[in-house]
């Protein structure tokens, strides 16, 4: 990381942290490239290293079998990874990796255990954005549960634009699907559904943002409660 403490940093969580607690570490983040489909978590393993997202999106993803697989989270430059260690443990049944590649700033679980142990301020920050995480993701079950088809993408594209720069999505039908946990040609039906109705423009790979307004609108009330209390927790 930059030595330059007074740079406000990209990432969300570190820019709100008091000088002291973000002197505990500072020492140990590394800036680090991270590639379309990184593995930042595999299932089951020990985690050996916390990213604080500076741009980029990671899918935190639930996996039944080989066939089975559902994006349960997104994490960008408003979040960190490593939920299971933050809670007290070192790893978790869930994969996290790169869906659209970025950079984080990287620090290993011994350090930021030792950070967090030093301070009760950086550990309720980080706790509080658990609490954060936790609602995206129960949020995320019920869209799954309830929503149609057009408002859960409509809802994931607007998570998407939250934790990227531009109306550009640089994304894939296959990488939709897995997301969305639907088959692709549920995915293409409702890519042109949106389209029709000019929110929307897709590409080879990408989908561009025309409309954010009426995307709003079409993902209702399954989109804005998990933004407000990320806002209302951290800020």
Do not use: C
């Not at 942290?17 to 983040?29: E, K």
């Not at 019920?142 to 634009?161: C, G, T």
Request: charged share 25%; net charge positive.
């Amino acid at each position: 990381m930059s030595d330059n403490s007074t740079k406000r940093s990209p990432n969300q969580l570190l820019a709100t942290l008091t000088a002291s607690d973000l002197a505990l570490l500072q020492p140990h983040l590394t800036t680090v490239s991270l590639k379309l489909l990184q593995d930042l978590e595999k299932p089951d393993r020990p985690i050996e290293n916390i990213y604080f997202m500076l741009s980029g999106i990671a899918s935190v993803v639930a996996t039944v079998s080989d066939d089975s697989r559902v994006e349960i989270g997104l994490i960008g430059r408003e979040g960190m990874t490593g939920a299971a260690v933050l809670l007290g443990d070192g790893q978790s049944p869930h994969s996290t990796y790169m869906q659209a590649a970025g950079s984080g700033d990287r620090i290993g679980v011994r350090a930021l255990r030792n950070a967090v142990g030093e301070s009760d301020t950086l550990h309720r920050v980080f706790l509080r954005y658990m609490q954060s995480f936790m609602v995206q993701t129960a949020h995320t079950a019920i869209a799954n549960a309830r929503a149609s088809l057009p408002e859960r993408l409509a809802r994931w594209v607007l998570m998407a634009q939250d934790r990227m720069d531009g109306p550009k999505l640089t994304l894939t039908h296959e990488f939709l699907r897995l997301m969305l946990g639907v088959r692709r040609a549920g995915v293409t039906e409702a890519l042109h559904d949106l389209g029709e109705r000019g929110l929307i423009k897709t590409g080879r790979g990408e989908i561009i943002v025309l409309d954010r307004a009426g995307l709003k609108r079409i993902a209702g009330k399954f989109y804005g409660l998990p933004e407000r209390e990320h806002q209302r927790l951290i800020g």
